[in-house]
């Protein structure tokens, strides 16, 4: 279990050290892999895009048939203690709520809450200046929509994604992509216009605020890309809280551009990056 004696973590009405915040055996968060939760930054003690975050938190939870304890106003009070007693420069926030202490180990229960803030690292330099090489999978998320607690396909494929000298894994189904197990997808056409999957993805916040950066300088859409597609494109990237716009300059065999992570792509990494500290 990771250690940090400072830290305080919330669970279920109560704020106490991060260390004493765990669940029974009986939750169905660890008998089935059933929950949902969310995450998002803070940074310089102010939460960065906090509204979207619990909006897509609670649409989580409605979908996946759980009721969440406290009010939209109740959490961000609660997020808000938190930030104030941890007192950590750069962290992310992740909001847990799973199935519960379950009688029968399938029934769900009242539900757990459980909030906690750890320290967080933003991509090097060097890692958007080399752009990333990323292999590709067949699958495709059983509730794209949903951002449940199983990242079991990601995980099992870490290895597989080492072993190529890769980054990350793009899933695609039928040749048509989707996300990688925590980022959305984008590519730069020729005529740069800015493009990322419609369906069968999380509509990840920052995919949001990357469409309405890019829709200030270019044509945006959402709609299908297939894996041929990608071989045309000028240029490729990812989107994610933490990665904030990864430039990609490789996918599968296939080289993007020219292997360079682009300009559309730095253009808006440095307008997200502005937004942020407008906040
Ligand atoms: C499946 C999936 N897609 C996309 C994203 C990116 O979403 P966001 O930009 O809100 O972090 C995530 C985030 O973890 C994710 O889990």
């Known amino acids: 279990m990771p250690s940090n004696p400072k ?59 759980l009721q969440v304890p406290l009010t939209e106003k109740e959490l961000a009070d609660t997020i808000y203690q938190l930030i104030t007693i941890n007192n950590l420069p750069i962290s992310g926030i992740k909001m847990i709520l799973t199935g519960g202490y379950s009688g029968n180990g399938y029934d769900p229960a009242e539900p757990n809450l459980l909030i906690q803030q750890l320290p967080l690292l933003l991509p090097a330099p060097d890692i958007v200046a080399q752009g990333l090489k990323v292999i590709t999978h067949d699958h495709v998320r059983e509730m794209p929509r949903v951002k449940t607690i199983n990242y079991a396909m990601g995980i099992r494929l870490i290895k597989q994604i080492q072993k190529a000298g890769a980054s990350d ?41 990357a469409l309405a950066l890019a829709g200030k300088n270019y044509k945006t859409e959402e709609r299908t890309i297939t894996i041929a597609e990608i071989a045309t494109a000028k240029e490729a990237f990812l989107t994610s809280t933490t990665k904030r716009i990864l430039p990609i300059v490789q996918v599968d065999n296939v080289i993007i551009g020219n292997g360079k992570p682009g300009a559309v792509t730095m253009g808006l990494l440095q307008d997200l990056i502005d937004l942020e500290k407008k906040l």
């Open 7 to 65: 830290l305080q973590a919330y669970i279920n009405g109560k704020i106490q050290p991060y260390e004493d915040v765990v669940l029974h055996i009986s939750d169905l968060s660890i008998q089935r892999g059933y929950g949902v939760f969310d995450f998002f930054k803070v940074q310089d003690g102010q939460p960065v895009f906090m509204k979207d975050y619990l909006e897509r938190f609670n649409e989580s939870a409605r979908l996946m048939e």
């Open 169 to 209: 894994v793009l899933y695609q189904k039928n040749g048509v992509v989707s996300e990688f197990p925590r980022c959305n997808f984008f590519i730069v056409t020729q005529d740069d216009t800015i493009v990322t999957p419609s369906e069968d993805v999380l509509l990840g916040v920052t995919r949001k605020n």
